[in-house]
Every structure is written in C-alpha cells, then in structure tokens.
Nanobody, 122 residues
Framework: QDQLVESGGGSVQSGGSLRLSCAASRLTYCMAWFRQAPGQEREAVAVISSYDGPTYADSVKGRFTISRDNAKNTLYLQMNSLKPDDTAMYYC???????????????????WGQGTQVTVSA
C-alpha cells in the first residue's frame, strides 16, 4: 500500500522560510500539497505531474515552489516569505490521474499523508 510521510514543518516568523518533504513509497503521476487551517476546508496549494509544469494557488504564487525527485521518491515544497495566513496543517497527496492541477478535486487524490504543522507568527 502506498504511503506518504511528511516532514519539515515547524514554527517560523513572518517572512521566514521552510522546506517540506514528503517521502513516498513511490511517486505517482500527480503529486500535490494541500493545507487545512482550523475551521477551513482543505485546499490545494501546489500540484505537480510527471510531465506537466506545476500549478499553484494564487495565494502562494511567487512564494512557494513544488518539486519532485523521482529517484528519491520524494516530493518537496519550498516555502518562502511566509505569512501568518500560511499557518495550517500541510498534507502531501498522490493521485494517478491526468490532467492534474490545483483545480483537481480532493477526491481524485487516493493517497494522503498524516500532515505536518506549519505555524507562522507575525
């Protein structure tokens, strides 16, 4: 069974950076980072497929970068210029469908990690 394990979360001040990692038993065609803040719906932050370019939520464009290392079966999310609004639990997700983007439905992603907490203070 596919497994995803996130790491790299933590507490930082506004303007700081974090790099999240997602170790996978295998990377599927479509890999994504979602986040969920308390009382809010889980939203797609960044999505990357095997062959297409990445897509980002408008709120993180220019600040976050998603990447994948297929040789290491690892997905990354580099987060720069962090803001308090970025505070959330961040989840790695995998799906075997195409095309995929930040507009893809959450239900299309069949495998999820347990999440890693990111807290940004003002």
């Amino acid at each position: 069974q596919d497994q995803l394990v996130e790491s790299g979360g933590g507490s930082v001040q506004s303007g700081g950076s974090l790099r999240l990692s997602c170790a996978a038993s295998r990377l599927t065609y479509c890999m994504a980072w979602f986040r969920q803040a308390p009382g809010q719906e889980r939203e797609a932050v960044a999505v990357i497929s095997s062959y297409d370019g990445p897509t980002y939520a408008d709120s993180v464009k220019g600040r976050f970068t998603i990447s994948r290392d297929n040789a290491k079966n690892t997905l990354y999310l580099q987060m720069n210029s962090l803001k308090p609004d970025d505070t959330a639990m961040y989840y790695c997700a995998a799906g075997a469908f195409a095309p995929c983007s930040t507009r893809s439905a959450r239900s299309d992603f069949g495998t999820w990690g347990q999440g890693t907490q990111v807290t940004v203070s003002a």
